[in-house]
């Protein structure tokens, strides 16, 4: 295989504690506060990139940490001046799971490039590039270095020539780098070494690969990964490491210097660093927050073929209808429904999606006798175009003698900033007030409630002493 990495001997760093090791392994439960001390020590880490908003952390700041995401960001930024600030956007669904109108996305990227964000990683779980094509230009117009992302999955129409293909059109589209997303954990140190091989011949710029330990593989992926090319990898810090969360940042930084490789990371540092989020970790695990099964190895997804959080969900749901002797056949049915659907990636919300359905067809008796709104519009095209075509009996089952859309589903959607604006009068004290209350209405109500609440009580407390 020929190398096309400029500089092979050198494997950068992206650190995930405050981001998808938080997301996977405490629900996102790190408020500010707790992490705030060890930023101006991390700045110094030497990480490629620190990942930290996006995801999850923006609704979950709003929902249950009493945080002001922007505010998280702009307390980041300042507190980490030398670092690159990287965030996870779900292209057309920017941090959720539908589509925005166009407006709404470009705006967000905007702000979020605003308020300190240095690279984003725009995914869309269909890996319909049409999804990203917007975040991607206004990222690149806001001063933004964009990571192009292919969600990973394994099925017959997801070959390497089509990946590649993929990767190179995302390079035309002008992202920095190209990321391989591997977010169920599945993908196996052959699979890494002959898709990065296959992606580096197809691309010039930089490559990363984003896996999780959940099956075991990580280390031995990542190794592999790096001797096919890969030039950027996402790893934690140790005591927020492995299970379902990314594999050690200490580990593979002292094993990849062995080998030769540099890895611009500060030893002494990665300890601080390290040293400083144990305490945090161990506190959680005392409060049931983080559940020690998390942090260890799951083969059942090589098993069934079926991503680990999946398996979960499937158990709970069968247990909930009592149905739990039917696990077997719901287990056999998964695989058909995916590739009656086109094979979809088995993330979210596919996997619920693919799994509700697989459920209902072994418990009704009858495959597609209820078909979930979520499947109906997932058929309709609404969530972008299926990498496989969708079956045309489940299709016509789905959707009767209604057609499909033509073209892009955030086409049909108005624009809807200034009129949630004005609705929020008074309320909303900036731009990104609105934008946060269009993701999430309900819980940015709730929030502002609480912080008006907050308000008053201060204003309160000054005032009266100088009254008295
Ligand atoms: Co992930």
């Known amino acids: 295989m020929t190398k096309t990495n400029a500089d092979p001997k050198k494997v950068l760093f992206t650190e995930t ?45 709003l929902r249950y940490l009493d945080e002001d995401p ?46 300190g964000i240095d690279i984003i990683r725009i995914f869309d779980a269909l890996n319909d590039l049409r999804n990203i094509e917007v975040a991607t230009t206004a990222a690149i117009k806001a001063g933004a270095t964009v990571s192009g992302t292919l969600s990973y999955t394994q099925s017959p129409v997801h070959t390497l020539e089509k990946f590649a293909k993929q990767a190179k059109e995302m390079e035309d589209m002008g992202v920095a780098t190209i990321c391989v997303k591997d977010m169920a954990g599945v993908m196996t140190p052959r699979e890494a070494y002959d898709l990065i091989g296959a992606i580096k011949a197809e691309v010039k710029i930089p490559v990363v690969l984003h896996t999780h330990c959940t099956t075991g593989m990580a280390y031995l992926t990542y190794m592999k990964a790096i001797e096919a090319g890969v030039d950027i990898i996402d790893t934690a810090t140790s005591c927020f490491s492995g299970g379902t969360s990314q594999p050690a940042t200490e580990t593979l930084n002292y094993a990849l210097k062995q080998f030769g490789y540099e890895t611009g990371l500060d030893d002494a540092v990665l300890k601080q660093v390290n040293d400083f989020f144990k305490p945090l970790r161990d506190a959680y695990i005392k409060d049931g927050t983080l559940n020690p099964k998390m942090m260890a190895t799951d083969t059942d997804a090589l098993n069934y073929k079926v991503p680990g959080g999946m398996l979960s969900n499937l158990v709970s749901q069968l247990k909930a209808q009592n149905a739990m ?37 072994v418990l009704a008796g009858e495959r597609y006798k209820n078909i979930s709104k979520e499947v109906k519009a997932y058929c309709r095209g609404e969530y972008g175009t299926a990498p496989a075509p969708i079956d045309p009996e489940v299709l016509k089952k789905a959707l009767g003698d209604e057609k499909p859309i033509e073209g892009r589903y955030a ?16 309320t909303a004290k900036s731009d990104e007030d609105v934008l946060s209350y269009i993701l999430f209405p309900q819980v940015t109500e709730k929030y502002f409630a609480a912080r008006k609440a907050k308000e008053e009580k201060i204003v309160k407390y000054t005032i009266t002493p100088v009254e008295e």
């Open 411 to 426: 086409d049909t959607l108005e624009p809807v900033f200034e009129k949630t604006k004005a609705e929020l009068a008074g």
């Open 70 to 115: 922007w505010q998280r960001l702009r307390d980041l930024r300042k507190n980490l001046p030398n670092t690159k600030l990287q965030m996870l956007l779900r292209g057309q669904n920017l941090l959720g799971y539908k589509h925005y109108p166009d407006e709404i996305v470009k705006m967000f990227v905007q702000k979020s490039v605003e308020n």
């Open 17 to 61: 504690v405050l981001r998808d090791a938080n997301q996977s392994l405490i629900a996102t439960r790190l408020k500010y506060s707790e992490f705030k001390d060890i930023l101006p020590t991390m700045d110094k880490a030497g990480y490629y990139s620190v990942e930290c908003w996006g995801g999850a952390v923006f609704d979950v700041c």
């Open 325 to 361: 002797d039917r696990f077997e056949e719901v287990l056999i049915e998964t695989p058909k429904v995916r590739k009656d659907l086109g094979y979809p990636p088995l993330v979210t919300p596919m996997s619920q999606m693919v799994g509700v359905q697989a459920t209902s067809n």
